[in-house]
């Protein structure tokens, strides 16, 4: 068999999912945080059920820190950006970067349920010739901004992002969110002080801060306390919230009042929302079983 | 060097590179220049003079020079991140790599002061490695001007070309070596003079010197043909097959490490389709203190150094 036989298609506007995302998306958008609040918790337990269901498929993945991430991922492109699945190119868009890029499986499973392709496309995560690689490929995955996976990328190219439409005057904007272990890279701090040297009011960075790392701890590997006054020296204006509260995360997620970028710490639960995944080390890239995924599945229908 | 040499007017491309980028800039909205506190040192007071927006300095800080240019290639500019060659290619290398190479990003890359440029400052200022490190790059063009001319043809083409490009520019001042109407397309090298001994393949501040010596192999006998490759990716494969044809010996000349550069990429081609014999002069290791004339001769970068690996290649030492 040559590889052009069992290469994947290319990955395409799902037609129906984004005729719902768009609908939907603006009108959460338009809707108070408390008010849009239980229908990002809907989409986030479908986007959670999702994940596992595509690692148990890949028998791979990242599955802790997908599920500390879900929330944001989901206020963030369903309840706060304007996203183009019909046109993932649009100059107008505002940018969704993620930067802890290990965390593709909720990326996708993001992306999917916006419409920029079919969701049964995640069936073919990480097999062989699949667009959909282990980390995220703006090339082959429309929606993804810009490839991520070594840490410490995605918050300087969102920086230029901002940067670029603070120059051309538009009024999109960037979102980036990061590991909290990815924040003991060098190159974010140097992000940090370029944005708000620059005073990128458009641009929002958020720390994914579920405290572990993938060998510990992050304070018993590299401590990074305390990440908001090390924000906050660094200029920018820091909100500090539960990033499991959707509420919360909408309102975090509003445009900075201070002229300067806004970094958001969202203190969240690696494997949230499955009991036994939760705050535990090596569920880091352990893949779970078919009863453990049959146990995860349960509890996220409750 | 020789009295013809001295001479010659010489020149720095950095004028040339500055002056072509803001012209350019004028009539293109899209292009702007990103710095890492090195703005003096690319030549771009003047840029930033008429475009203060439009130059854009991350302060010391590489990782992020490269990162933010890929972010303002998404936002839609063409960013020409121009910084000293040593620290854009090494210290920034896997943004490089990620950000802009396999991101497929069109940001342009200008390594400023290269090979050893800055001779008495020593290796960690040197920019020997950037050939080699850039070839490793899945998918980057690598574009080595020899004079103000391919300088300013290698901007105008940088705009165009879409893509992530490397173009390393040269500080050591060199002689025009490039007629003027020379087209300037990808992957296409010059072919200085015709010879049919020896073939003498050159880039940037090599190609004065591969002529100067293609004139001392005339004096002793021996014909030698000049090709200024100017591309190193994607390289003039065509012209390399055909020096293998019709000469009997290939040398190669960079500024550069001998390590996965030129000669390297030159050898590929001739080991792979067309053996003959091939001699790599380049720069082995570190280098010792010394100006950078001192070290281009301690290295036998000059004329009497590449006509002896050409004679040497030729079995007639």
């Known amino acids: 068999m040559t590889t052009l036989e069992i290469a994947s298609p290319p990955l395409q506007l799902d037609e129906d999912a984004a005729a719902v995302y768009v609908e939907q998306s603006a009108r959460l958008r338009a809707l108070s945080p408390a008010q849009a609040a239980p229908e990002l918790a809907k989409i986030s337990t479908r986007i959670r059920r999702d994940v596992l269901t595509t690692i148990q498929a890949a028998q791979m993945g990242h599955v802790g820190g997908d599920l500390s991430v879900t929330d944001l991922l989901v206020t963030a492109m369903w309840g706060t950006l304007q996203l183009d699945p019909y046109a993932p190119d649009n100059p107008l868009r505002d940018r969704f970067v993620l930067s802890k890029g290990h965390c593709a499986a909720a990326l996708y499973s993001t992306l999917a349920s916006c419409g920029f392709f079919p969701q049964e496309r995640l069936t073919e995560f990480m097999a062989p010739l699949s667009p959909l690689n282990g980390h995220p490929n703006r090339v082959k995955v429309p929606g993804v901004e810009t490839n991520t996976g070594p840490l410490g990328h995605g918050f300087p190219v969102a920086t230029g992002c901002a940067l670029g439409a603070q120059l051309r005057g538009e009024a999109w904007r960037t979102i980036v969110v990061l590991g909290d272990g990815e924040m003991q890279e060098g190159s974010n701090w140097e992000a940090a002080m370029t ?108 | ?56 300095n991350v302060g010391i800080a590489e990782q992020d020079l490269v990162g933010v240019a890929a972010g303002l290639a998404n936002a839609g500019f063409v960013p020409f991140v121009s ?136 004096e002793q006998g021996l014909s030698a043909r000049v090709v200024n490759m100017t591309f190193v990716e994607p390289l003039d494969v065509a012209e390399v097959l055909a020096a293998a044809h019709d000469t009997r010996a290939i040398v190669t000349v960079e500024e550069g490490l001998l390590s996965g550069g030129l000669g390297a990429a030159v050898a590929r081609v001739v080991a792979e389709h067309r053996p003959v014999p091939v001699r790599m002069l380049g720069v082995p290791t570190f280098a010792p203190t010394g100006s950078t004339s001192f070290l281009l001769d301690h290295f036998g970068l000059n004329a009497a150094g590449i006509a002896a690996a050409a004679r040497e290649a030729l079995g007639r030492v």
């Open chain 1, 195 to 302: 944005a708000a040297h620059y005073g990128l009011a458009n641009l929002t960075a958020v720390v994914d801060r579920n405290r572990l790392q993938q060998g510990a701890r992050t304070e018993d590997t590299k401590s990074l306390e305390p990440l908001d006054a090390k924000w906050a020296s660094f200029g920018w204006e820091v909100r500090v919230i539960d990033g499991h509260d959707h509420a919360a995360i909408k309102q975090a997620f509003a445009p900075s009042s201070t002229g300067r970028p806004v970094a958001v710490v969202a203190n969240t639960i690696k494997g949230k929302g499955v009991s036994f995944m939760e705050d535990r080390v090596e569920w880091h890239h352990k893949v779970p079983t078919d009863e453990q995924v049959r146990l995860a599945l349960e509890e996220l229908s409750r």
């Open chain 2, 1 to 56: 060097m020789t009295a013809v040499a001295e001479r010659t007017p010489t020149f720095d491309c950095r004028v040339d590179f500055a002056d072509e980028l803001a012209r350019l800039a004028r009539a293109d909205e899209r292009i702007v220049a990103v710095c890492n506190d090195s703005v003096g040192s690319s030549n771009l007071v003047k840029f930033r003079e008429e475009f203060p927006d439009r130059l854009i």
């Open chain 2, 83 to 218: 910084a000293a060659a040593p620290f854009l290619t090494a210290r920034a290398l896997e943004q490089i790599k990620a950000d802009v190479a396999y991101s497929d990003r069109h940001v342009v890359l200008c390594g400023q002061s290269p090979g050893m440029a800055y001779g008495e400052l020593g290796p960690t200022h040197h920019s020997i490695e950037d050939l080699s490190w850039m070839r490793a790059v899945a998918g980057m063009q690598i574009v080595v001007p020899a004079d103000p001319l391919e300088t300013r043809s290698a901007v105008r083409w940088a705009v165009e070309c879409g893509r992530p490009s490397y173009i390393r520019i040269p500080r050591f001042k060199v002689p025009a070596v490039t007629p003027e109407d020379t087209p300037f397309e990808t992957g296409r090298a010059t072919r200085l003079v015709d010879g049919g001994d020896v073939t003498l393949i050159a880039i940037g501040t090599m190609v004065s010197r591969a002529l100067d010596a293609a004139t001392l192999l005339r």
